[in-house]
């Protein structure tokens, strides 16, 4: 028998100069795409980010107003390693982040602000590749970040955003979904891999009650090992995938 043939990740894109990456939580970039980021904020290329929550009810040790504050550092702390200075927080309640007009508003007024033609997001969809369930803040904010990136260009939904001063903007040219179990496209991890790992443990706080390994050794494992699975489909180098919606 023949071996079956391994699809091929294409290259992302690059010929774009502002992105906005938008999460529900504190270290969903760091998990899903960070070694990317580096690579495309070492190329010169502007990344900003907006997470939906705090990541208060993340830690069950810590009750929610002392440990929002803690995740909020730990985040620009992160994104830092990466060359990413803008972070901003919506504020909707960690764990109970309801999919509606409400967040959608928030995110295009988000993608109006920043004015990206690529916005990143994390997997929306029901599993983590059919094997574990996500949770509903990342189904919630990455349905809706597809959803307000048409949003953000059309004057007629949430004209309350005109008046804020926010114009339309419709340059979204793509959305990249992050996590996907059906990923399109790849960034190569090589340059960026290292400065992904150190973004990540700066959320040593939450790292340490996930897992009794060693952070570092638990993170560089993590991040390799997704790094080299998908580097089979995007000709042996390490790499970070994404599902790439084009508009």
Not at 61 to 68: D, G, H, I, Q, V
Not at 128 to 149: E, Q, S, Y
Not at 156 to 174: M, T, Y
């Amino acid at each position: 028998m023949t071996e079956p043939t391994i699809t091929q990740l294409q290259a992302m894109p690059d010929d774009w100069q502002r992105a906005l990456a938008v999460v529900a939580h504190p270290d969903d970039l760091e998990y899903g795409c960070s070694a990317a980021i580096a690579a495309w904020t070492d190329a010169g290329r502007e990344v900003a980010y907006v997470l939906a929550t705090r990541g208060e009810a993340g830690i069950d040790t810590l009750e929610p107003e002392k440990c929002a504050p803690l995740r909020e550092r730990e985040q620009r702390a992160g994104a830092a390693r990466v060359g990413v200075t803008t972070v901003e927080f919506l504020d909707h309640k960690d764990g109970v982040i309801e999919y509606g007009t409400a967040l959608r508003r928030d995110i295009a007024a988000a993608i109006r602000r920043h004015r990206p033609e690529l916005v990143i997001t994390l997997n929306h969809r029901d599993t983590w590749g059919g094997v574990a369930w996500n949770t509903p803040d990342h189904v919630a904010v990455g349905r809706a970040t597809l959803d307000a990136a048409g949003d953000a260009g059309n004057r007629w939904i949430f004209p309350e955003l005109i008046e804020q001063g926010l114009q339309p903007w419709n340059g979204v040219r793509w959305v990249a979904v992050a996590g996907s179990s059906t990923p399109t496209h790849a960034v190569e991890a090589t340059t960026g891999l290292e400065r992904a790992v150190h973004s990540l443990l700066e959320h040593r706080t939450y790292i340490e009650v996930l897992t009794d390994e060693d952070p570092e050794t638990y993170v560089r494992g993590f991040l390799t090992e997704n790094a080299r699975t998908t580097g089979a489909r995007f000709g042996g180098k390490p790499a970070v995938a994404f599902e790439l919606f084009g508009r």
